[in-house]
């Protein structure tokens, strides 16, 4: 069975840095387009970034474009996103997703940024 | 403000079936397929439907979905209590170079 599990969520303060991490197994993950998705407290999803199979291809939701970067090492079948200059509205569960419809979802991290 | 529009809440008696809408525009539903989501209370969003109206291995025929235009539906019927949950659409947007989520369509089986 697919398994996304996803690490290094936290508590952090504004304009502070974290990096998550998504182990994935049980699939092949060099094969796949990878998503983070967010979901801030009682909020609906809201998608932040994907990657294609070979890292050539990288997309961003606006609003965190120029702060946040994903990245993947297929290698290590883990996928990753860097995330600077943190603000209140950041705070939120994490997921890694496969695919491009997004067929499965990890168990998700949360983010919590506040002073 | 979501860039696909759903409705906030449904309700029906279980048995019955229900129907939840997503509208968008040319620059999303209506030039790329159509994703829909459940996410029961607690956990984390699971793919119900894909490409408009193809259900993944172990979804229930219950649930089912189409496209028309710049619109997409998905339909249950036979509602359970355990179907109890927050279903979202989602597409790729065309204009924004993104994916986007409608705002989330709270189900309740009364």
């Known amino acids: 069975e697919v398994q996304l599990v996803e690490s290094g969520g936290g508590l952090v303060q504004p304009g502070g840095s974290l990096r998550l991490s998504c182990a994935a197994s049980q699939f092949t993950f060099s094969s796949s387009w990878m998503s983070w998705v967010r979901q801030a407290p009682g909020k609906g999803l809201e998608w932040v970034a994907n990657?294609?199979?070979?890292?050539?291809?990288?997309y961003y939701v606006d609003s965190v474009k120029g702060r946040f970067t994903i990245s993947r090492d297929n290698a290590k079948n883990s996928l990753y996103l860097q995330m600077n200059s943190l603000r209140d509205e950041d705070t939120a569960v994490y997921y890694c997703?496969?695919?491009?419809?997004?067929?499965?979802w990890g168990q998700g991290t949360l983010v919590t940024v506040s002073s | 403000q979501s860039v696909l529009t759903q409705p906030p809440s449904v309700s029906a008696a279980p048995g019955q079936r229900v129907t939840i809408s997503c509208s968008g525009s040319?620059?999303?539903?209506?030039?790329?397929?159509v994703s829909w989501y459940q996410q029961l209370p607690g956990t984390a969003p699971k793919l119900l439907i894909y490409?408009?109206?193809k259900g993944p291995s172990g979804i229930p025929d219950r649930f089912s979905g189409s496209k028309s235009g710049t619109s997409a539906t998905l339909d249950i019927t036979g509602l359970q209590t355990g179907d109890e949950a927050d279903y979202y659409c989602g597409t790729w947007d065309n204009s924004l170079s993104a994916v986007v989520f409608g705002g989330g369509t709270k189900l309740t089986v009364l």
């Open positions: 490409d408009n109206n």
């Open positions: 997703a496969r695919g491009r419809e997004l067929g499965y």
């Open positions: 990657i294609k199979q070979d890292g050539s291809e990288k």
């Open positions: 040319s620059s999303n539903i209506g030039n790329n397929y």
